[in-house]
């Protein structure tokens, strides 16, 4: 993975400094809490409805075992012993007083992290598909593309106040879009041409938020060493151009939706005639440069599918449960890529304890290189993991909660952490997703369900991207009381789609039954081969409405 | 007079902004960009003008620049960070030498990007504490991307 220089060292350090001193200035009056707002904001630091929240940079999501232990360790003196992994490939602190923040960022430093923007209207962490440089399909590995991006908009001066948040995602596979690329502010596409030149296909204007929408394409390829001008070129029409009037109406999608994406293009192209072939063009030597940090681990020479492997799968139930389920193929013979999911009913979706991030730390330390990833579906990812040692580590997940054998279905749930801390939340999330466990908690059944994108968001911004869920559920506040929207039809994938309202809101109560009523609908009206989406294609909303809605009886 | 930063100095403001049409004009104003370019010819000499939020540049893309000694960029709120874009557009697309200064609603806290962006002198609409302001007048001491003092991104840079 990327290794800091010195030159990534001293702007971590400077940084540290440069917000101690706000910090500073604030606590004794010497910035308003105006002034302070964007500034801290552009460090990761909400302000809860309990304490602080400080959201922390974990660059599209690659992890050292050294870093997730300082993590661990931080959550332990800082917070209440545990962190919360978002969509986003972040790791968020519920619990440290402000005062404390600067000396946290001081030992992140330490570690080669940062909080730099993961919040403020400015442009966050690049994210990716969490199997990258590990699947057999991939174009190339994105995340020296990734890694080139993070740079470039790391204090970028020109677009730390731009009218709303700007979050770019990659993808590198024709097959899978882990990184639900179409419904950021960008989204690239690693693409290569009939020459066999790298470049990107490049998808603006989508996101999720009180106005969800699939991002359109505005170019089909644009040449690799050409990526950080034309994307000051779409940026800095945006910056000049987006609405700044209405905070509902400023994200790019708008722009792109009111002008057209012709006129949009058309700007961001005569802009871009001033800015490509310059000083930004990005060298081979740097593409060269930045590979050299995402090259193989020393794999060994292994059998794929070893006899201990299939011994195993076929006497163990829980075994092959898990490995269908949770583990997925790796380029490398005898290698398979394995997530440590943190869905274990009873925890919050995507919160893992400083225990449990030691034990994922040591795990990584251990089967895959000292490595991990964070994925969009708030889950860990031990990339490199030898087939014999599978069963090995099963049996450690297990024991650290994180083998619960669900990735992918319906339970895998994304969720924000919504009412229970999230000052913006018009509902909480985690008592939804907890019903929704306990009512689907029979593996067979889970299994026989099959795929189901399930995801809750708490308010309106969309934190849960409750949009391309399959199933959506959306906290509301009618009058004081806390109610839940289901919309039905959502993807995040390369089929992306933002999903339907279903009809008026449910009491928090009966989201279980009505989920339960929405799935027997499926397995009743499914084709052999469908998956739940795809029967939802087929069969449209309408009788799931009426399933939802029906009596019980 | 009113003070203000100027090239790394706390200085007296020499020049008057004009903001109302009743202002009488002279060789110290600095004018709004619009009614420049408009009275060219009966206007005479001014000190600069300046550009609001949400005007941009390309009204300024044909006029001669060269006989301005100042172009301002104004900030109607310090979020509204379209000002950074003119300030580079200013230097580096319409190519102009003289000062480029801040005014309105900006904070010291800026000063390391606008510096970056090409400005070079900061009028604060608000009562700021300027010794204290001179403090965050510098950018960190280094950066990935090229900007106004140094065209180059890291990678030009990295030995």
Known sequence: MYQYDAIDQQLVQERVAQFRDQTRRYLNNELSEQEFLPLRLQN??????????????????????????????????????????????????????????????????????????????????????????????????????????????????????????????????ESADRAATQV???????????????????????????????????????????????????????????????????????????????????????????????????PMSEFERLQGFFTEPAYKALEEQPQSLTDKLANSAGFARWYERNTFSHKKAGYRIVTLTLKKNGQAPGDATSEQMDKAADLADKYSFGELRVSHEQNLVLADVQQDQLVELWEAAKESGFATPTLGLLTDMICCPGGDFCALANAKSIPIAKQIQDTFDDLDYLYDIGEVDLNISGCMNACGHHHVGNIGILGVDKKGEEFYQVSMGGASGHDASIGKILGPSFAQEEIGSVMKRIIDLYVD??????????????????????AAYAKAN | MQKLIKDGAIVDNTYSLVNDAEQVISENSIVPMQQWIENADTLGKVAGIWIDAGEGVEALENQDLSQLDVVAVNFPAFADGRGFSYGRLVRERLGFKGEVRAIGNFIPDQLGYLLRCGFSAFDFEQDVNLEKALELHKPFSVAYQGDVADPRPVFLRRG
Not at chain 1, 59 to 69: C, D, F
Not at chain 1, 97 to 111: F, H, M
Not at chain 1, 268 to 281: F, I, P, Q
Request: glycine share 8%.
């Open chain 1, 525 to 546: 009206q499914r084709t052999e081969e469908e998956r739940f989406i795809d029967t939802f294609r087929r069969i449209g909303i309408k009788p799931f409405k009426e």
């Open chain 1, 184 to 282: 950021h502010d960008i989204g690239l596409h690693i693409k290569k041409n009939d020459a066999g030149e790298i470049g990107f296909k490049v998808i603006v204007g989508g996101g999720l938020g009180r106005t969800p929408m699939v991002g359109v394409t505005i170019s089909e390829f644009v040449p690799r060493e050409d990526l950080l001008t034309y994307l000051d070129a779409i940026i800095r029409v945006y910056n000049q151009n987006g609405r700044r009037d209405n905070k509902y109406k400023a994200r790019i999608k708008i722009l792109v939706k009111a002008l057209g994406i012709d006129a949009f293009r058309k700007l961001v192209d005569a802009e871009w005639e001033h800015l490509r072939g310059k000083e930004s063009t990005v």
């Open chain 1, 44 to 173: 990761g630091l909400y302000v809860q409805r309990y304490a602080p929240m400080l959201r922390v940079a974990i660059p599209y999501g690659m992890l050292s075992s050294a870093q997730l232990r300082t993590l661990a360790d931080i959550g332990r003196r800082y917070d209440k012993g545990y962190g919360h992994f978002s969509t986003r490939q972040n790791l968020q602190f519920n619990w440290p007083t402000l005062e404390s923040v600067p000396d946290i960022l001081a030992e992140l430093a330490e570690v080669e992290m940062h909080a730099v923007q993961t919040s403020g209207n400015c442009i966050r962490n690049t994210t990716t598909d969490q199997y990258a440089g590990v699947i057999a399909d991939e174009i190339v590995d994105p995340r020296p593309y990734c890694e080139l991006i993070r740079q470039w908009s790391t204090f970028h001066p020109e677009f730390a106040f731009l009218p709303r948040k700007f979050k770019i995602a990659v993808n590198a596979t």
